[in-house]
């Protein structure tokens, strides 16, 4: 079973990010696991007993609240966890024990405390490398899946990164961009038409389109094209070296996920890989 992971905070912009992961689960068949993580000292540390099955009894409560907040489609309705402790460990430690294929939160840029927490929290389970992380923007645009652009490095061949996007292109009849951004303080180790004809050659039917850009900041490259080209959901690649090296230390990873108001997945360069095909029908035998 292809399970999906919410992590909720009860606000309303992980509401949207529940509802989205519903959307998307109805389509690709996959099961939907809503997560709620008390963070250390709250109120059921202190309590025992009877008194802390009360108090997670009220927890359940309000998230079963939270949950009824939204219709689901039938085949998506979701499971609920609430754990205590760190919420980006326990968050980590559920896509483990559950085999998450995918995390679609909600981040946020506000200002009180709870918010900018939560914002970090979303950051921080992307750069976690474990599983792809859908990443939804407060007040975000959620426009209708037709244009993906993913940042591509050219260096690494992106066979895999490929074969994940073209499942959720398809999933969406919505087209797919391979955008490169080059600068001068980048070097090419592998030539982009050698790796572009690859891609082409292992993936004859997927209509990929590639489009370079020349711009010294590669984030602010990035952000120009997808303002600029009606983009839907921005995809890149959590790399350790090269093109995007200091994307675990908060460089371009993190001016894109403060910056761009629409959806974002962040891709682990080594990890679960993202899995959207929707599961063999036993008694009609269709996919």
């Known amino acids: 079973m292809i399970n999906f992971l919410v992590p909720v905070d009860f606000s309303d912009n992980s509401l949207r990010a529940l509802e989205y992961a519903s959307g998307l689960a109805e389509r690709s068949g996959a099961n939907v696991i809503a997560c709620h993580v008390q963070n250390k000292g709250s109120f059921l540390s202190g309590l025992t007993g009877d008194k802390q099955k009360e108090g997670k009894g009220e927890l359940q409560q309000k998230m079963d609240s939270f949950l009824a907040r939204i219709t689901y489609p039938a085949a998506a309705v979701p499971e609920t966890i609430l754990r205590e402790g760190d919420t980006v460990e326990e968050v980590l430690k559920a896509i483990d024990e559950y085999g998450v294929s995918l995390v679609v939160m909600g981040t946020a840029g506000g200002k009180t405390l709870k918010k900018r927490i939560f914002g970090t929290?979303?950051?921080?389970?992307?750069?976690?490398?474990?599983?792809?992380?859908?990443?939804?923007?407060?007040?975000?645009?959620?426009?209708?899946?037709?244009?993906?652009?993913?940042?591509?490095?050219?260096?690494?061949?992106?066979?895999?990164?490929?074969?994940?996007?073209?499942?959720?292109?398809?999933?969406?009849?919505?087209?797919?961009?391979?955008?490169h951004v080059k600068n001068d303080k980048q070097p090419d180790y592998i030539d982009d038409?050698?790796?572009?004809?690859?891609?082409?050659?292992?993936?004859?039917?997927?209509?990929?389109?590639?489009?370079?850009?020349?711009?010294?900041?590669?984030?602010?490259?990035?952000?120009?094209?997808?303002?600029?080209?009606?983009?839907?959901?921005?995809?890149?690649?959590?790399?350790?070296?090269?093109?995007?090296?200091?994307?675990?230390?908060?460089?371009?990873?993190?001016?894109?996920?403060?910056?761009?108001?629409?959806?974002?997945?962040?891709?682990?360069?080594?990890?679960?890989l993202l899995e959207l095909q929707k599961h063999r029908d036993s008694e009609s035998g269709r996919i």
């Open 121 to 179: 929290t979303a950051e921080a389970i992307a750069k976690g490398g474990i599983c792809p992380v859908l990443v939804l923007p407060e007040n975000g645009i959620m426009k209708p899946l037709q244009h993906i652009v993913y940042a591509a490095d050219f260096e690494n061949g992106d066979q895999v990164t490929a074969m994940q996007l073209i499942q959720l292109k398809d999933l969406f009849h919505a087209t797919l961009t391979f955008l």
């Open 193 to 272: 038409n050698y790796i572009k004809e690859g891609l082409m050659k292992q993936f004859p039917k997927a209509d990929i389109h590639f489009v370079e850009v020349r711009n010294d900041d590669i984030a602010e490259g990035i952000s120009n094209y997808v303002k600029a080209h009606e983009t839907s959901l921005l995809a890149f690649t959590i790399l350790n070296r090269n093109y995007l090296e200091n994307l675990t230390h908060s460089s371009v990873s993190s001016k894109l996920l403060h910056s761009l108001n629409m959806p974002m997945l962040a891709l682990p360069e080594n990890g679960v």
